[in-house]
């Protein structure tokens, strides 16, 4: 029964509809090159998604939201989970992870607080690049493919396999609304609802400013 409510879920994400690609490009290459440049510069965005994490027989479907103000980030995760919520607040000093309990946990790396805290792995650090649809310009990549659009359709990278399924218009920029990613022994399926790229300010989950 949970596995079937579970695949029901990720049936009715797959029905989002999105905005085709503006254009077939003749040179993907120097298109990435142009995206990636533009997608680097965007450090302000708030969205809102679900994550679908699979270990094994083992699986769980959360909700998400995001927001990034520069070199700040909160990301709130919740779902029946360990502790059923987890805000992680990231700066240039290190990561705060805040339970539903109330309960503060502190360490350098998101990655390994939030696995530790919660027991859910996934790779934070990447996905401040990926959910743009760029590569982590500080890790080494070991595969880089691209569709026909200019826009990066599989990456290696840090142990993972990251597939970006699905991009959604949004303003001027192509940015991924479905990414499938594989690595550690789990697969990691995000879906975006909705970007703004228009926030210049943390909102809390409630939607209060």
């Given at each position: 029964?949970?596995?079937?409510?579970?695949?029901?879920?990720?049936?009715?994400?797959?029905?989002?509809?999105?905005?085709?690609?503006?254009?077939?490009?003749?040179?993907?290459?120097?298109?990435?090159?142009?995206?990636?440049?533009?997608l680097?510069?965007?450090?302000?965005?708030?969205?809102?998604?679900?994550?679908?994490?699979?270990?094994?027989?083992?699986?769980?479907?959360?909700?998400?939201?995001?927001?990034?103000?520069?070199?700040?980030?909160?990301?709130?995760?919740?779902?029946?989970?360990?502790?059923?919520?987890?805000?992680?607040?990231?700066?240039?000093?290190?990561?705060?992870?805040?339970?539903?309990?109330?309960?503060?946990?502190?360490?350098?790396?998101?990655?390994r607080?939030?696995?530790?805290?919660?027991?859910?792995?996934?790779?934070?650090?990447?996905?401040?690049?990926?959910?743009?649809?760029?590569?982590?310009?500080?890790?080494?990549?070991?595969?880089?493919?691209?569709?026909?659009?200019?826009?990066?359709?599989?990456?290696?990278?840090?142990?993972?396999?990251?597939?970006f399924?699905?991009?959604?218009?949004?303003?001027?920029?192509?940015?991924?609304?479905?990414i499938?990613?594989?690595?550690?022994?789990?697969?990691?399926?995000?879906?975006?609802?909705?970007?703004?790229?228009?926030?210049?300010?943390?909102?809390?989950?409630?939607?209060?400013?």
């Amino acid at each position: 029964m949970k596995h079937l409510i579970f695949l029901l879920a990720v049936m009715s994400l797959t029905a989002c509809t999105t905005t085709p690609p503006r254009e077939i490009v003749t040179d993907p290459d120097k298109k990435w090159q142009q995206r990636k440049t533009e997608l680097s510069e965007i450090k302000d965005w708030v969205l809102s998604g679900r994550v679908a994490i699979i270990n094994g027989d083992e699986s769980w479907f959360l909700n998400m939201d995001w927001q990034r103000h520069d070199e700040k980030y909160i990301l709130d995760l919740s779902g029946p989970f360990g502790t059923g919520h987890a805000q992680l607040t990231g700066t240039d000093e290190g990561v705060v992870l805040v339970d539903s309990d109330k309960n503060f946990f502190t360490a350098d790396s998101p990655d390994r607080l939030l696995q530790e805290v919660t027991g859910l792995r996934m790779p934070v650090k990447g996905l401040l690049y990926w959910m743009r649809g760029i590569p982590n310009w500080n890790i080494k990549n070991e595969k880089e493919t691209l569709d026909d659009y200019g826009r990066l359709a599989l990456l290696q990278q840090d142990g993972w396999r990251v597939r970006f399924k699905r991009y959604l218009d949004v303003e001027r920029h192509e940015l991924p609304q479905k990414i499938f990613l594989d690595g550690y022994n789990l697969k990691v399926k995000i879906f975006v609802d909705q970007w703004d790229l228009n926030s210049r300010k943390f909102i809390n989950i409630n939607g209060e400013s």
